[in-house]
């Protein structure tokens, strides 16, 4: 069973880097040290981790990803931090695009909606819109519902 588990490095240095899941709960947690630890994720789990690196120049690396976990022996994209890898649902690099899909996921839990229960859909629009510099429509409730439903029948 644990050869199927996504996991996900979690790791904070102050002022050079900080590794950690902005969204999503693990099915398990092993702390590794003081500094760092790793999240276990079942297959068909949502959660967004956030890459930033620094040096004594400036950041070097920020990274917003929400990913979808997936058995290994599934087609994966590979992602810094995430092993095997996983199914790339959002991914945003930079300051300005990170901000701005960061500002999406506060979006979504202020309007009463578990981030991590979010249709997987919606965070492809996501995705595409900030790629583009477009505005997000909003997350509706009939959405959830609808995908919700669709995830009822298919289990």
Do not use: C
């Amino acid at each position: 069973m644990t050869n199927d588990l996504t996991r996900v490095e979690i790791a904070f240095y102050p002022e050079h880097l900080n590794f950690w899941l902005r969204f999503g709960a693990p099915d398990e947690q092993f702390d590794l040290d003081r500094r760092r630890s790793l999240a276990l994720f079942k297959p068909g789990r949502v959660f967004g981790y956030v890459r930033w690196r620094a040096n004594e120049y400036g950041t070097q690396e920020w990274r917003f990803t929400i990913v979808q976990s997936a058995a290994p022996s599934l087609m994966l994209s590979r992602i810094s931090g995430v092993q095997p890898g996983g199914d790339i649902l959002l991914l945003a690099t930079g300051a300005t695009k990170v901000k701005r899909a960061l500002l999406q996921i506060d979006v979504l839990e202020a309007s009463g909606f578990d981030a991590a229960d979010v249709s997987p859909a919606y965070y492809r629009h996501v995705h595409n819109r900030i790629a583009a510099s477009r505005e997000v429509t909003p997350y509706s409730q009939d959405q959830h519902a609808a995908f919700q439903a669709a995830k009822a029948v298919m289990s």
